[in-house]
């Protein structure tokens, strides 16, 4: 995973995202849906719900979308029927890409989607179709901005958590996990002072992509539009962006 940093690139986007108008709430709401479904809506026993949730109110989003979006995770939203769908295919230049949304409207979000797609000269697959290019692993980052952190002391707390690698990023180090132990790391390394920027269970593609110029504008679009999109939870590609 050298030399292809999530952080970077969640920072880079969500700089970019939060830019505009609206976007910080729906950042935060899909955030907490993701940590509430992977580790339950309790934030005295989810860790990191409990992370996502402080962040969210620092932004002063209200209580009643923070508990909506725990209640969308956990089942519990009184009056409405959501349902999952993974979307997979492939963006200009052969890029993989995977989609999964929260929809109460499958038949408009699949038109959405399938759109999204189109415009950007891309094309959605079967289920299956690139999945098998994406390896499931928990992420967590640790925050390093004033440099007081000792990697060799987090290295040895991360692995004896559970971790099983630990990459160093500027102002942050990078902790990978298995899935299963994924909540145990987060829990260990909160309760050890360790400032955890974010956290989640995610994909990592096994190979990357490099686009020409062109096309890697016509990728970031895609990727753009489909975030826009409220019934979209999270992304997923191996599109190696140019610095």
């Keep these: 995973m050298a030399g292809h940093s999530k952080w970077k690139n969640i920072q880079r986007r969500k700089n970019a995202q939060d830019a505009k108008k609206g976007k910080v709430f729906m950042r935060h709401a899909k955030d907490i849906y993701t940590a509430a479904k992977q580790g339950g809506g309790d934030i005295a026993t989810n860790a990191s719900l409990r992370l996502v949730v402080d962040k969210a109110k620092a932004d002063n989003m209200p209580n009643d979308n923070i508990d909506?979006?725990?209640?969308?995770?956990?089942?519990?939203?009184?009056?409405a029927s959501f349902e999952e769908l993974t979307y997979e295919g492939y963006g200009?230049?052969?890029?993989?890409?995977?989609?999964?949304?929260?929809?109460?409207?499958?038949?408009?979000?699949?038109?959405?989607?399938?759109?999204?797609?189109?415009?950007?000269?891309?094309?959605l697959g079967e289920n299956g179709s690139v999945s098998f290019m994406f390896d499931r692993k928990g992420y967590i980052v640790i925050a390093n901005e004033n440099g007081e952190?000792?990697?060799?002391?987090?290295?040895?707390?991360?692995?004896?958590?559970g971790a099983e690698d630990i990459t160093t990023e500027e102002e942050?180090?990078?902790?990978?996990?298995?899935?299963?132990?994924?909540?145990?790391?987060?829990?260990?390394?909160?309760?050890?002072?360790?400032?955890?920027?974010?956290?989640?269970?995610?994909?990592?593609?096994?190979?990357?992509?490099?686009?020409n110029e062109a096309d890697e504008s016509k990728m970031l679009t895609l990727?753009?539009?489909?975030e826009e999109n409220e019934d979209v939870q999270d992304i997923h590609h191996n599109l190696e962006e140019s610095n």
């Excluded at 909506?68 to 009056?79: E, Q, V, Y």
């Excluded at 230049?93 to 989607?113: H, Q």
């Excluded at 952190?149 to 958590?161: G, S, V």
């Design 92 to 123: 200009p230049g052969g890029v993989a890409v995977i989609v999964n949304v929260l929809t109460d409207n499958k038949n408009r979000t699949a038109a959405e989607v399938r759109h999204a797609f189109k415009k950007n000269d891309g094309n």
């Design 172 to 211: 942050a180090y990078e902790v990978f996990t298995e899935p299963e132990n994924f909540q145990d790391v987060v829990a260990h390394l909160t309760e050890n002072g360790y400032e955890i920027a974010d956290s989640e269970v995610t994909l990592f593609p096994q190979t990357y992509s490099a686009l």
């Design 149 to 161: 952190i000792d990697e060799d002391e987090l290295t040895l707390e991360a692995l004896e958590a």
């Design 223 to 226: 990727i753009e539009t489909l």
């Design 68 to 79: 909506r979006a725990i209640k969308k995770a956990t089942g519990t939203l009184d009056g």
